[in-house]
């Protein structure tokens, strides 16, 4: 089945910096999302982005399905950011629809 | 904006009992699903539930789970006899079609005893 790889596994930010989170995986895929878990461990819809580029305020996620990796971008990160972030996929195989998910990144924003 | 629903938020219950999830999916979503997340680790795929009939199960999915849709607008997911293991993170998930964006519920944390 479609392998799913985050990096980095963990990340530690001062409030105010940026970071690049990744996600590769290793089939073709129709469907990516990338989610936050937030500390009482709902998974919030961030985006939804099988190829090309979106924007959400300080958030923005690119994928490059031709080279099977997608990234998410935090600007000026806030310690409400702090949470795992996790990509999951689906591949264009013969699955019904479910989502394949990464073992996530720890995002850790110090005040 | 519409949304997915689960109850309870969090459920008790000792070694060997019968427990229902419920879900309410958003309402002209055609498929449902539902995934786990033991703590700690990442979220896993349970079944996919289409057209009243399971379309896909994974591994983790084996005798002691169903789902059922019993009217318009639930879908529950019941472990008839739970184990210390099952205590998790369950969360239900729907989409308008297969491969479209999946729309997560917050989850119900079971803590089996």
């Known amino acids: 089945g479609i392998q799913v790889e985050q990096s980095p596994p963990d990340l530690i930010l001062q409030e105010g910096a940026n970071s690049t989170l990744r996600c590769n995986f290793s089939?073709?895929?129709?469907?990516l999302q990338w989610f936050h878990q937030n500390p009482w461990g709902q998974l919030i819809n961030l985006f939804y982005?099988?190829?090309g580029t979106k924007q959400n305020g300080r958030l923005s996620a690119t994928t490059v399905a031709t080279e099977r990796y997608s990234l998410l971008y935090i600007s000026s990160s806030q310690t409400t950011d702090s949470g795992v972030y996790f990509c999951a996929v689906k591949d264009y195989g013969g699955s019904q629809g479910n989502l394949i998910f990464g073992k996530g990144t720890k995002l850790s924003v110090k005040p | 904006e519409p949304e997915v629903t689960q109850t309870p938020s969090h459920q008790v219950t000792q070694m060997g009992q019968e427990v229902i999830l419920r879900c309410v999916p958003i309402?002209?979503?055609?498929?449902f699903y539902w995934y786990r997340q033991i703590l700690g680790q990442k979220v896993e795929f349970l079944v996919s539930?289409?057209?009243?009939?399971?379309?896909?199960k994974s591994e983790i999915f084996d005798d002691q789970f169903s789902v059922e849709r019993p009217d318009g607008s639930n879908f529950t997911l019941k472990i008839r006899s739970t184990k210390l293991e099952d205590s998790a993170m369950y969360f239900c998930a729907s989409s308008g079609y297969r491969g479209d964006e999946q729309y997560f519920g917050p989850g119900t944390r079971l803590t089996v005893t």
């Open positions: 539930f289409y057209n009243n009939e399971i379309s896909e």
């Open positions: 982005i099988p190829s």
């Open positions: 309402s002209n979503h055609l498929y």
């Open positions: 089939d073709s895929v129709n469907n």
